[in-house]
């Protein structure tokens, strides 16, 4: 059971860095991979402001959006698992940042609940136990990666020369994310871009290992059931399985009123309850059958989430 919990939040220079902020505690967060000037700026500021060596990748270099995106992803994925093992490795004392990881937690869960206990334990030895049972269980937070599937302007070297399909914006941004360190996932927004979507075929990250766990995960931000039993089904037909649907409420953090016609939130909640099951299998059939043709057997549909994605 995952201990973590959730910041939904997006733009560009406001989430940047969130993760080297929350994911020590166990709180997951999502930054954008827009701007890929704006990463380098950054990559560079924390490699000046820790005393490490900063290699430039400059603009005009082969794949440089690729490869500044995944330098930053990994520079963030290193200094949040020094963080967090620095933090597991504290005392449990009033003031530390594994105190305050704990009190974070809601007193729903049972690891808070575990921790309360350890706590009012007298006996030395009991509380020693508890506290390494305590450490083992911890989990850091998430470092998620958006793209907006529309954003995807194609670009062009300096002699005037378009660089091809894999150099736009968006499957540019995906393969700086493909190519990390990182075991999150993609959350692909604003509208289905089926050359971005068949370009994730490329990468085996997105692809269930023998025993059916995918280390990149792939979440959809949709605003109704059509569309996302579209959006799975197109990739289902790939190998690839949507983990999570992010439905959108009516007025979304972009501003954009009622895309769904006006359908309320409510009745398209209903309909996701409904036909969850329905769609799962289908999907599923679609997605094995793909995996069967490229070697792999897989004999249960992993887990699909539906969340619902505030404004």
């Given at each position: 059971m995952s201990h973590t919990f959730h910041i939904p939040v997006l733009g560009l220079g406001f989430t940047i860095d969130t993760?080297?902020?929350?994911a020590r505690y166990g709180i997951s967060s999502v930054l954008s991979v827009?701007?890929?000037?704006?990463?380098?700026?950054?990559r560079e500021f924390y490699a000046q402001k820790?005393?490490?060596?900063?290699v430039p990748i400059k603009a005009g270099e082969p794949d440089s959006r690729a490869r500044r995106i995944t330098a930053y992803l990994n520079m963030i994925n290193r200094k949040v698992n020094q963080q967090f093992d620095e933090l597991r490795a504290q005392p449990f004392e009033e003031g530390t940042d594994i105190t305050r990881y704990f009190d974070l937690l809601p007193d729903t869960s049972v690891l808070k609940s575990r921790y309360v206990e350890m706590i009012a334990t007298q006996d030395a030895a009991v509380k020693r136990r508890l506290e390494l049972?305590?450490?083992?269980?911890?989990?850091?937070?998430?470092?998620?990666?958006?793209?907006?599937?529309?954003?995807?302007?194609?670009?062009?070297a300096a002699n005037g020369e378009l660089l091809g399909e894999e150099n736009s914006d968006a499957l540019a941004a995906l393969r700086g994310?493909?190519?990390?360190?990182?075991?999150?996932?993609?959350?692909?927004?604003a509208g289905m871009n089926p050359r971005l979507y068949s370009y994730l075929e490329n990468f085996k990250d997105f692809f269930p290992d023998a025993k059916g766990r995918l280390k990149k995960k792939i979440v959809l931000k949709v605003s109704d059931f059509r569309s996302a039993?579209?959006?799975?089904k197109f990739l289902a037909k790939k190998g690839l399985w949507v983990s999570e649907f992010r439905i959108e409420s009516g007025l979304n953090c972009g501003g954009h009123a009622f895309a769904?016609?006006?359908?309320?939130?409510?009745?398209?909640?209903e309909e996701f309850k409904s036909k969850r099951q329905e769609m799962i299998a289908d999907v599923f059939s679609l997605f094995q059958s793909a995996l069967i043709a490229r070697g792999t057997v897989v004999d249960e549909a992993p887990k699909m989430r539906i969340t619902v994605q505030g404004g």
């Amino acid at each position: 059971m995952s201990h973590t919990f959730h910041i939904p939040v997006l733009g560009l220079g406001f989430t940047i860095d969130t993760p080297l902020k929350v994911a020590r505690y166990g709180i997951s967060s999502v930054l954008s991979v827009v701007d890929d000037i704006l990463i380098e700026r950054m990559r560079e500021f924390y490699a000046q402001k820790d005393d490490e060596v900063f290699v430039p990748i400059k603009a005009g270099e082969p794949d440089s959006r690729a490869r500044r995106i995944t330098a930053y992803l990994n520079m963030i994925n290193r200094k949040v698992n020094q963080q967090f093992d620095e933090l597991r490795a504290q005392p449990f004392e009033e003031g530390t940042d594994i105190t305050r990881y704990f009190d974070l937690l809601p007193d729903t869960s049972v690891l808070k609940s575990r921790y309360v206990e350890m706590i009012a334990t007298q006996d030395a030895a009991v509380k020693r136990r508890l506290e390494l049972a305590l450490r083992a269980e911890m989990e850091k937070g998430a470092i998620d990666v958006n793209i907006m599937s529309k954003v995807d302007k194609m670009n062009y070297a300096a002699n005037g020369e378009l660089l091809g399909e894999e150099n736009s914006d968006a499957l540019a941004a995906l393969r700086g994310f493909a190519n990390s360190d990182l075991n999150s996932s993609i959350i692909l927004s604003a509208g289905m871009n089926p050359r971005l979507y068949s370009y994730l075929e490329n990468f085996k990250d997105f692809f269930p290992d023998a025993k059916g766990r995918l280390k990149k995960k792939i979440v959809l931000k949709v605003s109704d059931f059509r569309s996302a039993f579209i959006q799975a089904k197109f990739l289902a037909k790939k190998g690839l399985w949507v983990s999570e649907f992010r439905i959108e409420s009516g007025l979304n953090c972009g501003g954009h009123a009622f895309a769904t016609e006006g359908y309320l939130l409510g009745p398209i909640l209903e309909e996701f309850k409904s036909k969850r099951q329905e769609m799962i299998a289908d999907v599923f059939s679609l997605f094995q059958s793909a995996l069967i043709a490229r070697g792999t057997v897989v004999d249960e549909a992993p887990k699909m989430r539906i969340t619902v994605q505030g404004g």
